[in-house]
């Protein structure tokens, strides 16, 4: 069906420009009309619980909201700040004071027009103790949001805030239609968005659809008539049906199976550095790791090149223990870390640790990573004396027995969209977890993460973040070894998309699926 | 007879009554809950706590419990905790799907297996006989999700494409389309259940053929053909029955490995999603529906013995 109107309109486009030549360009009509029409097939391996932007904490439901709602900004795939529904910001009082205006005549799916107090009422909602909302802590010390007209929010800090326009593009701050926000429950299932598509079809666990709204207030876009993201619990499976050309877009294809999908005729194996890492807490409130020695030994032990190829399959980039990685703005290089082994055993004599230590490491057994990054620390470790005794568990018991209980485990952290939402989450006692118990001995560094918040120039902000990084490296209370990357595959014939450094953010408004595209129904 | 399925009746409510309990007393022995698991690695103590309140879940576990079976009992089934859809939707919707696939496996292992089983016991020894019990043996031994994932590696890849390799179409999508996405999972549940049924029948046929009145049948001339049909396999199915009421139970497992590899959303898929988010009210049907299912089938098949056999008296 999809073909036949692609293939009438490529015929009217043609007739179009054979017949007003000194009108038309007709490139140009022919060019336009191609992109229009199809439905793009999208595969994730996991969760699909909920459509509910302010609750939702899986990387398959950001997808999808993305899709259906819009932030006040967004960040495009080279990672800048561009608008969506605001159309600019202003700050004041030294970062204290953000306002947005928005942009005029954008509609909701259900017909009404965007107003100021539809992103009032969806940040009071998210505020709300009561509404317990997964990124409550993560969109920045926000005291006041009122409406100051229509098209004019303005957002009080408690504190200077410079990075807050960026912050505004967590999924969890997608905005919603204030009616939509009445009934919470029922927003796990519906949608109320402004969003390029809008919601068709939903079957929690398995599928959702989506399809064009015409209405979108990027004009002519966007080009597909629909896209369904489906959940292949097994990777062998979605690697067939991408095979196969019932999936045209793997999201998250796991290493072992990248090279198949970059060796099939016609696929094209997309990759990017991302943020997203996992890494050892080591808590330095108490021995062994109390005495930065341990922690440096344990760090010199291992191998990162090493341990990137046997567990991700090369697919990253090498870390040297702090969560910046060169895809945040606040990156700035440090020298490449290599395995010491004698300088980590002087270490370890020189901290009395001579006859070795043992010391447990828990892992929860999902993402597999985490099990993985364990099991070759064991093994690297050793030879410097630590005797680490793995504990895999399943993710319920690790949330409730081990998770931020100060203990020695694996984290595992999606990119976010500014370096101080991930130091902050990481280091800050207050702000964020603290997971390495290491605030208390090092008051000095969680000033400089304070102190970021109040510098707007961007690359005095990164110069001040090195210092932070250097001190994270060398004194840290993680092991971070590398960062994977983002891996993605898909067939040639889908067009213009762009793989983001953060897998999430999957902006499909300008994506195009060309004539070789599979015949399929909506 | 009708007292008999009273008392049949009666004991399995008690059945299914014990197995919500030890359901609801196993999930609650792990660790955490369905408010930590929604806020994951997010969760503040402050955000646990009001999830928590908001679900129910600081009350008392049998007061959970006994608003939980109450529930139940007056028809309100609940609201699953991760998905805040009524737990009776989604299940409906899910034993539907698995129906289909459980009942398209059972009948093509019951018309398959039957005649196999049969053949192999007139040929005894024979090659032919061999031949079934080996290839039926190799199926039960493989694994469901190693069967499946070769099927479908080499039905649905791209060199031969015959069927799609995944999902579920609605009956309004078209039969076709609905049974294209059937073949290769039931077919999987067909190849690891058919040794059952061949294996059984094979040696009840194989009895019966060595019994006296059928010896009497050959002599009075019968044809092999009326022997089998009907002398030997009456007699001979009995426990087959028994054994593909059986085996339902042994499907209900079977589909849990079978629809998460060909990503089918059925009951199987259903039940992983309600225990790793711990969603405690649709696990708890979950539990219930293929408990009842699997005393049912049996029930059934008990009665259709007593139908099939008049010797067999139930009082």
Redesign the interface.
Known sequence: MTMSRRAFLKATGLVTGAAAIPLVNPVAVLAQSEKHGGLLRVSVTFGLSTLNPIMHISGAEWIATKWMYNNLTRLNAKRELVPDLAESWTAADGAKVWTFKLRQGVRFHHGRELTADDVVATFTTLLDPKTASPYRGEVGPIDRVEAVDKSTVRFTMKAPFSVFPAVVTVPNARIVAREGLADMKALAAREFGTGPFKLKDFVPGDHVTVERFADYFRKGEPYLDGVTLRVFPDPATELTAFKSKEIDLISGVTPDLFSQVATQPGAEALTVAGGTFAAVTLPSDKPPFNDNRVREALKLCVDRKLMLAAINNGQGELGVDHPISSAYAAYSPLPARTADLDRARQLMKDAGLGNGVSVKLYAANSPPIRERIAVVLKEMAQPAGFNIDVDVMAYDRYLAQVWNKGAMYVVYYATRPTADAILMKLYHPKEGLDEGRWAASHPNAIRLLEQAREIVEPERLRRHYAEFLKISRDEGAFMLPFFTNELNGKWAYVRDYRLSPSSSDMVLDDVWLAAAAPKKKA | MTHYALRRLASIALILLLVSVIVFAAIHV???NAA?????????P???R??ER?MGLDRPLPAQYGSWITGVVTGDWG??L????PVAT?VA?RLRNSAFLALAALAVVVIVGIPLGTFAALRRGRPLDLAIVTATYVGISIPE?VTG?AL??VL???SV?WF????YAELT?GVAEWTRHLVLPSLTLTIVLLAHVVRQTRSGVADVLAAPYIRTARLKGASTRRIVLRHALRNALLPTITVVALDLGYLMGGIVVVE????Y?GMG??I??AV???DVPLLQMCALVVASVYVLANFAADLASAWLDPRVRYS
């Open positions: 792990l660790p955490g930590t698991l929604i806020l994951g690695e997010y969760a503040t402050e955000a646990v009001t999830l908001e609201v699953s991760a998905m805040k859809q989604i919707s999700f994932l479908l590696v649905a890849g791209p494409g799609p390799t995944s999902g999508s998460e590899v060909f990503a959303p898929r259903l992983i999603y790793q988010n711990r």
